[in-house]
């Protein structure tokens, strides 16, 4: 399913949908203060961000101003076209991670509860569906039941996964997982961490140790920092992002939950702040509610416009 229907399906129940409040402001008659102050609420209110809202403002008035546009209306696609070309400027947005020198490692980082021990399962899915070579290591050793919960994705998946016990160090497990995926040649490599509150320093610490031990190893050409944010948390999930690429470099981000928020705009936030792209978003808790993400639908799908696709 494409990827806005399969959102708009899972969105269904969802009363506020915010690309409908867009869409409908733009048929207004005309340009007064009204439109201009609703798109602007329109969009804080969806989570695009302030600096990004007030660009994305006065960029449609001076393009209504010397195009001579008279209604809201004609300025649809301007609007649409504006939103994909901010998003496609970052390079990889919505694209899968390339698997140019395998075995790729998806360090998968994040806060608490973000998603990233699912997201890491519905990854391996989708790699075992391509029949690719895959390994899970369990670098999440500090929960309890976390290895475990890695272990169902993996039977689920077909993929081996590496552990070891509960209170182990996660950089020897992943150290274990690196060895394992090289000598068997796999594809990829998906290594769970712990989630972290992004103010505690000693799991900070551990998290760059583990980045370290598979930078030496590995080599950190070989190592996507895949860090996984909860779209629900809107510009919050900006902040906590800010704090982990100053620990570790970002290098690809999978929003998900997407299908619980009404604010898509965090998309474009992250687009237009961090410069990472959004590779995938989370639309469900199954192993194939992972989509990539598209910004030319996005950016139509706000407006309630039909795509090509
Ligand atoms: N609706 C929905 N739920 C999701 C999505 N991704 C993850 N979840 C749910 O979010 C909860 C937390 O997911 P986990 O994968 O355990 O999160 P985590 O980041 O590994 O959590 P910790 O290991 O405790 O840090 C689970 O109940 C998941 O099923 C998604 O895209 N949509
Ligand atoms: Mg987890």
Known sequence: MAFFAKLKDKLKGVREKWSG???????????????????????????????????????????????????????????V??????????????????L???????????????GKTTSAGKLATLY??????????????????????????????????IAQ?????PAAVAFDAWKAAESSKADVLIVDTAGRLHDKHNLMEELKKIHRVLSREAGADRIETVLVLDAVLGQNSVVQAETFNNIIPVSSIILTKYDNTAKGGVVLSIAKKLKVPVRYIGLGEGADDLNNFDPAE???????LETEK
């Open 21 to 79: 409040g867009i869409s409908k402001l733009f048929s207004a008659k005309n340009f007064d203060s009204d439109f201009w102050d609703s798109l602007e609420a329109q969009l804080i209110a969806g989570d695009t961000g302030l600096d990004f809202t007030e660009e994305i403002i006065d960029f449609l008035k001076a393009e209504a101003k010397s195009k001579n546009i008279k209604t809201p209306g004609e300025l649809k696609n301007i609007f």
């Open 81 to 98: 076209e504006k939103i994909t070309g901010e998003l496609n400027s970052v390079p990889g947005m919505g694209k899968s991670f390339e």
């Open 100 to 114: 140019k020198k395998t075995p790729l490692i998806l360090l998968m980082i994040g806060v608490n509860g973000s």
């Open 128 to 161: 075992k569906n391509q029949n690719k070579k895959v390994i899970m290591a369990a670098a999440d050793t500090f929960r309890a039941a976390a290895v475990e919960q890695l272990k169902i994705w993996g039977e689920r998946s077909g993929v081996r996964v």
């Open 165 to 169: 016990g509960q209170g182990s160090d």
């Open 298 to 304: 996005f950016a139509a799908a706000l407006l309630e």
